[in-house]
């Protein structure tokens, strides 16, 4: 009985990639200068092309403050991960695993999300256009553990 939903599990995630294919190659390729083509119509006199950005804003843009966020979360996953291995010999491991696994599993998913998002929007140019790229990433990949679960479950 399970055969079934392999196959339809993988005929589904042959679709995912044929869409995801079809999306990568439509659209203008975006430019260093973030505009698809050319420059935006209202680039010469429009004030939207100022930024205006506030000390919060101006810090999230920094790529020191996001590597050193990253190693901050790979250390606190990695003391989760050695608490949880410990087997309750400095905490209880009921109380850990469960916190460990769903930060773990947050962040890899925005990870993956916000990467695919990012890749997808400077690409085409268009915030829609990295939503829906990052939600076919994210359901592709649901596709995929969904498969593995019924061949080894």
């Known amino acids: 009985m399970s055969e079934i939903y392999l196959v339809s599990t993988l005929l589904m995630g042959l679709i995912v990639l044929g869409a995801a294919a ?3 190659r439509m659209g203008q ?5 973030g505009h698809a083509g050319t420059r935006s119509g209202y680039a010469e006199w429009s004030p939207r092309t100022a ?3 506030s000390r919060v804003v101006a810090i999230a ?10 190693v901050g979360t790979a250390v606190a996953l990695l003391a989760g991960a050695v608490l949880v291995v410990s087997e309750g ?7 850990v695993e469960p916190i460990v696994f769903a930060v773990g599993g947050a962040a890899l998913i925005g990870y993956v999300f916000f ?3 990012f890749a997808a929007r400077d690409r085409f140019g268009n915030t829609a256009m990295g939503v829906a790229f990052a939600a076919l990433t994210l359901g592709v990949l649901g596709l995929l553990a969904v498969a593995v679960l019924l ?3």
């Not at 390729?29 to 200068?33: F, I, N, Q, V, W």
């Not at 843009?61 to 990253?70: D, H, N, R, S, Y």
């Open 115 to 117: 990467g695919a998002y």
């Open 61 to 70: 843009k920094t790529p020191v403050v996001w590597a050193l966020g990253f």
């Open 151 to 153: 061949v080894m479950g």
């Open 29 to 33: 390729r975006a430019t260093p200068s």
């Open 89 to 95: 010999e400095y905490v209880d491991s009921a109380l």
């Open 51 to 53: 930024t205006e950005e």
């Open 22 to 24: 079809i999306i990568t």
